[in-house]
């Protein structure tokens, strides 16, 4: 099994940047793709961006481009997400997790691991 545990969440002005972590512990991971999810209340878990096993693709959503990175470091079995020009629409609880590899990489329901969570509140 893999266990993962997301970090790197808190508060932060609209314009700032954030970057979260999840490692994972239990067994490697390196051929499982490694998704990021966020989740507000009241919302359903949407997801933000996704990176292959060899770390050589992403997909990222739409809201996410050309802002967010996500990355990957199969031997410390690390996957970060690096977000920049946050704004108040990104306050939610971010997940990682992780699944086998799939071309439906944006579903929730292909990940069979998660993490807890971590908190991003971006302020106005």
């Known amino acids: 099994q893999v266990q993962l545990v997301e970090s790197g969440g808190g508060l932060v002005q609209a314009g700032g940047s954030l970057r979260l972590s999840c490692a994972a512990s239990?067994?490697?991971?390196?051929?499982?793709?490694m998704g990021w999810f966020r989740q507000a209340p009241g919302k359903e878990r949407e997801f933000v961006a996704v990176i292959g096993s060899s770390g050589g693709t992403k997909y990222y959503a739409d809201s996410a481009k050309g802002r967010f990175t996500i990355s990957r470091d199969s031997a410390a079995n690390t996957v970060d997400l690096q977000m920049n020009s946050l704004t108040p629409e990104d306050t939610a609880v971010y997940y990682c997790a992780a699944g086998s590899p799939t071309l439906l990489l944006a579903r929730a329901d292909r990940y069979d691991y998660w993490g807890q969570g971590t908190q991003v509140t971006v302020s106005s």
């Open positions: 239990g067994r490697t991971f390196s051929h499982y793709i």
